[in-house]
C-alpha cells in the first residue's frame, strides 16, 4: 500500500509542480508577446486548469502524503512538517491571493479589454507570487528527496 501511496504523491507532484513550473515559462513568454489578447486568453487557460487540474492534484498529493506519514513516518520529523507547512502557504497563497485576483483580473479584462493595464499590473503580481510558490515546491522537493533529521533508510 505504501508504494501506491507514494507513486499516488509522486504522479500528483508531476502534475502540479510541472504544472507551475510550464506555467511560469508560459506566462514569461506571454508578457512579452505583441498580442494584447494573449494574456487574457493565458489568464482564462490557467484558471481553468487551476481549478480541475492543478487544485485536485495538490488535494490528493497531501492525502496520500498524509496516508504515508501515517504508515511510516511521523509528523513530528523537521522535514514532514516543513513540507506541509509550505503546502499549507501555498494553499493558502492559492485560495486567498491568486484565486481572488484572478477573478478579478477577468473581470477587467472584461470591462476594459485585453489591454487593460489595471489588469495587466495585477496579473504581473500574481506571476511573481506564483514564481514565489514554485520556489517553495523546490524546496518541498528537497526536503522530500534528503529527509533532513530523519537518519537512515
Avoid at 505583441?34 to 492543478?54: C, H, Q, S, W, Y
Avoid at 492525502?63 to 493558502?92: D, E, Y
Avoid at 477573478?103 to 496579473?123: D, N, Q, V
Avoid at 506571476?127 to 533532513?148: D, G, H, N, Q, T
Amino acid at each position: 500500500m505504501y508504494l501506491i501511496l507514494l507513486y499516488l504523491h509522486i504522479i500528483c507532484a508531476v502534475i502540479w509542480v510541472g504544472g507551475a513550473f510550464f506555467s511560469q515559462l508560459l506566462a514569461l513568454r506571454v508578457e512579452r508577446s505583441t498580442d494584447p489578447a494573449d494574456l487574457p486568453k493565458l489568464g482564462r487557460n490557467l484558471e481553468f486548469l487551476g481549478l480541475r487540474v492543478f487544485l485536485p492534484a495538490s488535494i490528493v498529493l497531501f492525502l496520500a502524503g498524509v496516508a504515508m506519514v501515517l504508515q511510516q513516518w511521523s509528523f513530528g520529523q523537521t522535514w514532514i512538517a516543513l513540507a506541509m507547512g509550505l503546502w499549507l502557504l501555498s494553499v493558502i497563497a492559492g485560495s486567498i491571493y491568486i484565486g481572488p485576483r484572478t477573478r478579478k483580473i477577468a473581470e477587467l479584462f472584461e470591462a476594459e479589454g485585453p489591454t487593460s493595464t489595471a489588469a495587466r499590473a495585477l496579473m504581473s503580481r500574481i506571476f511573481l507570487v506564483s514564481r514565489l510558490e514554485l520556489l517553495s515546491f523546490a524546496v518541498i522537493i528537497a526536503l522530500m528527496v534528503f529527509k533532513p533529521g530523519a537518519g537512515a533508510g
